[in-house]
């Protein structure tokens, strides 16, 4: 995340991009939950959202994958992930 952070402050976008992080997710999704609750009362236009989990684990013999989940609202972020993968693995 914070490879990506530096790579992306140095480029111009249309949107802030907040990296936000949280733990303890396995216990309900707890932290994650509730800023998303405090954003939406506090009437922040969110256009879309990257989730990456678990992406620093691997186990011997397990096969190397990229598995994506996404929601309409983040589908054009899925995509961006999807082409990027397939350009540059």
């Known amino acids: 995340m914070l490879t990506a952070a530096r790579l992306l402050s140095s480029r111009a976008v249309d949107y802030t991009i907040m990296y936000v992080l949280f733990a303890g997710e396995e216990q309900g999704l707890v932290g994650s939950e509730h800023w998303v609750a405090d954003m939406a009362a506090a009437g922040l236009p969110i256009v879309g959202a990257l989730n990456f989990d678990m992406i620093a684990w ?4 397990a096969p190397f994958d990229l598995e994506i989940e996404t929601n309409h609202g ?16």
């Open 58 to 61: 691997w186990a011997a013999g």
């Open 74 to 89: 983040s589908r054009w972020l899925a995509d961006a992930v999807c082409f990027a993968a397939d350009q540059y693995t």
